[in-house]
């Protein structure tokens, strides 16, 4: 089994039950505090979690700013949307994993399970939506 590095929201209910998932499995979990991480001092690390994916999805779209339209992920390039999440990190779409060099953002269940294994390969299709979505502040920090 694989030693995951998971940067996580503190008690975030998707990330813990993300976390349940890897660790049933067999996987060693090292938790970072996406919040609270220093990416301002390594940028480029926090960039190389979203690969080749669209700018747009590298928000968390339960975030605040993105929810309430302050902030428009689709109108954004590389350099404005991570000045953003180093500003406020509860833009970054979580969680972020690392294993072995290889690092990726979000948690689509089916891409984890074939790339790491999961315990439970039934699992909801969508980990990443904060289901406190009626909750006014669902995703502050």
Not at 5 to 21: A, M, R, S, V
Request: net charge negative; with cysteine.
């Amino acid at each position: 089994m694989a030693t995951v590095h998971f940067y996580e929201k503190p008690g975030c209910i998707n990330n813990t039950k993300q976390k349940q998932l890897l660790s049933k499995a067999g996987h060693l979990l090292v938790v970072h505090d996406l919040l609270r991480h220093p990416w301002a001092e390594d940028t480029a690390k926090l960039r190389s979690f979203f690969g080749d994916l669209p700018v747009a999805d590298w928000f968390n779209r339960s975030a605040p700013a993105v929810k309430n339209g302050e902030i428009a992920p689709e109108t954004l390039d590389e350099q404005q949307a991570i000045a953003l999440m180093v500003a406020n990190p509860i833009l970054i779409r979580r969680p972020l994993l690392e294993v072995e060099g290889r690092r990726q953002a979000g948690f689509d269940a089916e891409q984890i399970g074939a790339w790491l294994g999961l315990a439970d390969q039934a699992v909801a299709p969508d980990l990443e939506t904060c289901p406190k979505q009626h909750a006014k502040q669902a995703c502050s920090p």
